[in-house]
């Protein structure tokens, strides 16, 4: 037995020595699964960061009843800055619709990283060309065109919106993820869905149609592609990730990170994947994060309440 | 095509390409053969270092750990009877018997030369048919999909020796676990009794590696007259050496045994979201009813191993097969590797065969030359893993025990994925003590979620129930599972003038 | 003669409790507005279903009357099974207080030490050895290479 106290204390030496912030590798909690949206945007960031940080970033994939397994790991976590949670606006829709008491107010703004516009995205077995005939479409048998989305999630949100702003009443499938919803549209099982500019290629092939974009100018990606603004809807959404730390990290913690992640967020090999998924670039210090998570909480919160999920 | 792909096979004469190739195939094994380890958490480990490589060096690396990894798993499957992950279930189920019965050298290689022939056909059919086959898939709808999961839980509650009411039974247990937690249309808390804990519900893996791990090292230790020896003295080391030959032709001589294995592997691989682990199963489920001897099936045949092996490797080619062509992964694996794609800007598509051509022909390149360094891999490496069973008991269970627990807590890096593992320990054993048989358990596990989620969907695209029943394909596999049902019954009815004691099945 | 319950008839009897009492769990679910059936219809047939297999399992040993199996010839020891997952169970629950390498090094060499007590100061020795190599380089391997960070302990800070 004594040789096992002495092992402990050795191995207990390992760590003693405090420096400072950071001296050993930051965990980074991704709510969802590898290889998803969220998951494939963070893991380019925390190599950007970890070269501003100075020490190894890990993602820690933590997935499971719509991300809020995660966030409340990451609210659980020591508020010391070696745990920071990945989020994105789903923290408000699932707070508002009942499912987690997780709040963005659990943590403290670090960065906002990028921001995904939304496209309505057509099943090349439906006949629409373009939002109008959609809409003509909707009006004459409502409640017959199928919207596959994740429930009370982002993907269900842009649909509603565009929903409310034509007057129109769709019906929407439960399909989790964007890879499950693309599946079904290919076949022709749900005819719209949420995409993204991820899915350019499988238009360009003809198998998915883009009817708008949800954002203020058109996208140099697809330029031919317009948006809901033109057409006279007023329906701009896209889904922005940010950093998070838990509520009682402290400020000059929060302040080396806020710095580190202003450098990563204009890395060239950063900026370059975030391109190739569709994705802008779109960095708000700690300060304008806060007011944006204010403001985007408020909105969510209308939004709850219009669509009748409101359970808050 | 043909020029393509000999340029693919040219470009891995290079060290650039054959270097990620080799140590992806080497990682793979090991993970594979790992309990607790998944190729899943193996590839996922792969992952960060596959950024800094050129895009075809890192699927390279990651067609190697899921080939690897899908043969590595079937020597710890043979050798201590846990599957190291969960598709080389099967494997266990003749692989861990004949090894027993003193042939742990024909059961590794029987596994071995099944993967590796089960991997080519399937790689054969990945270059061939990757357009027209994920046509198919996609033609599947919720009901399609719902009806298939039906065929595949009363296939499997026909692979029990004891009554067929047992092992539904076990299926619906194995249904009942994925309700536990929110459910996957609203998120719905269920049966939580309101904890946090029980709000995320039980993670397949966890319990997965608790019902497997748990069974077999404690049915080991309350049989053990002693731990301090392993399986296997030293003296079967050297039984390791078999005739490859023998063994070759063994396989080669059942060649309907090795295509069919092949071509449910391969479907099974198209169909997203299903997965290795029904593949291996219904396999060898396959085997069973179509062998001349169903009854030598759990003794140690070596049509189980077969089955088993050729169809897991082969399924890989088929979910490689969903992932070129369309982009939708097929499971975890494949979804980790179309991330990766992702990340190296790379659209996966329809268009992806075309306009990245030689990226495409290196994927099936690297797909064809893993199967070569896997063997190799495994001719060296064979007798250096047979030591894991010449290891005395006490000292490989708390290994293993603790590899359970890191595997288990790495897949979502929390503590709950750990006391997941722990209850589901206690439970397996439990089941296990009352006979329950573990296959319908798992694949009720594995396809639970799924089948709610489909039927739900059914019901919310159409409220028409009988668009089951109407839809051509959903109509033909619901017939196929009631007559899958009926059959096993007959079965049954027949053997039980025959057999009337009651078997001490514990396994 | 007492009719001794038969292991066929505990399984069933554990589907049937296991059914019902989840079962009686599945009132008062929230319906969503958006679908067709509740959060409750899917786990009532499988639960149902549950109930029914059990009750045919219990039915069916009762109708053939059938003897218990006699109890496996040999001792069994349920004693060490026992221990083991007594062990297993304060291992992890160690886990996140004195970290993954103290918790692992105590629990390797301690079942080791259980399951076939060391005679001899070689056989000490690798037991010893084989706690070491279970938690100090799988923890360096992992966090440093292999991006994945096993629990640090909450009460010794390592």
Known sequence: MRVLTIAAALLACAGAAQAAYPERPVKLIVPWAAGGDTDNIFRPFAQALQKHLGETVVIANIGGASGTVGAREARGAAADGYTLFAVHDYIHLTYFTGVADVAYTDFKPICSVASTPSVLTASPKTKWQSVPELVADAKARPGAISVGATLGSTSHFFPAIFEKAAGIKLKYVS??????????????????????????????????????????????????????????????????????????????????LDAACAKAVGEADFVKSMKAQGTDVRHLGRAAYGEFLKRADGENKALAQELGLLRR | MFDLLAQGLGDFLQLKYLVPLLVGTLVGVVGGALPGITITMTVIMVLPFTFGLEPLQGLAAMVGVYVGGESGGLIT???????????????????????????????????????????????????????????????FGPWEFFALFMFALSMVAGLTEESLAKGLLAGAFGLIITTVGTDPIMSVPRFTLGTDFLAGGFPFLPVLIGVFAFAQIMTDIERARSLAVGDAGAGQIVSLAVSQMKVVGEILGRPFLLLWSTFVGILIGVLPAIGGSAASVMAYDQAKKLSRHPERFGTGTPEGIIASEASNNANVGGSLVTIMAFGIPGDAVTAV???????????????????????????????????????????????????????????????????????????????????????????????????????????????????EVNLVRALMTDSNLWLFVTRPISALLLALAVGSVVFALWQRRRSRSVRTDEPDTDF | MTMRPTRDMVAGALGLVLGAGLFALTWGLPQSPFVPIGPDFYPRIVL???????????????????????????????????????????????????????????????????LDPPRGAGRWVAVLALAVAASLPVFLIFERWLSILLPRGAWTGI
Request: glycine residues 12%; aromatic residues 10%; contains cysteine.
């Open chain 1, 175 to 256: 399909y989790d993820g964007l890879a499950q919803r693309m599946n079904a549209i290919l076949g022709g099982h749900i005819d719209l869905t949420d995409g993204n500019l991820t899915q350019k290629g499988k238009v360009q092939a003809g198998q998915l149609r883009f009817l708008a974009i949800a954002t203020e100018k058109r996208s140099a990606e697809i330029p031919d592609v317009p948006t809901f603004k033109e057409l006279g809807l007023d329906v701009v959404y896209a889904v922005t990730r940010g950093l998070l730390a838990p509520k009682n990290t402290p400020d000059a913690v929060l302040a080396t």
């Open chain 2, 77 to 139: 499957a043979t050798l201590i009877g846990i599957p190291g992950k969960p598709s080389s279930i099967s494997t266990t189920f003749d692989g861990f018997p004949m090894s027993r019965k003193g042939e742990p050298g024909r059961a590794v290689w029987l596994g071995i030369w099944s993967s590796f022939f089960g991997g080519l056909l399937g790689g054969v059919f990945l270059i061939a048919t990757t357009g027209w086959l994920a046509q198919i898939a996609l033609q």
């Open chain 2, 337 to 451: 590797m179309l991330g990766a794609m992702t990340i190296h800007g790379i659209q996966s598509g329809p268009l992806f065969m075309s306009q990245e051509s030689a990226l495409a022909y290196g994927i099936f390149a690297a797909y064809l030359l893993a199967h070569p360094i896997m063997l190799a891999i495994m001719a060296i490496g064979a007798r250096w893993f047979l030591r894991i069973v010449t290891v005395p008991k006490s000292m490989l269970i708390p290994v293993v025990l603790v590899l359970c627990v890191v595997g288990a807590y790495a897949l979502n890096n929390t503590m709950a994925s750990v006391w997941v593992l722990a209850i589901f320990g206690v439970v397996g054993y439990g089941l296990v003590k009352l006979g329950f048989p573990l296959a319908p358990l798992i694949l009720g596990l594995i396809l639970g979620d799924q089948i």
């Open chain 3, 48 to 114: 149902a279903a549950t109930m029914l297999l059990g009750a045919i399992l219990v039915v069916g040993e009762l109708a053939h009357r059938r003897r218990p199996a006699s109890p496996p010839a040999g001792g069994r020891n349920y004693r060490l099974v026992a221990l083991t997952f007594l062990a297993f169970g304060l291992y992890i629950l160690a886990l996140p207080g004195l970290g993954f390498r103290i918790a692992t090094f105590v629990f390797v060499a301690g079942l080791q030490i259980l």
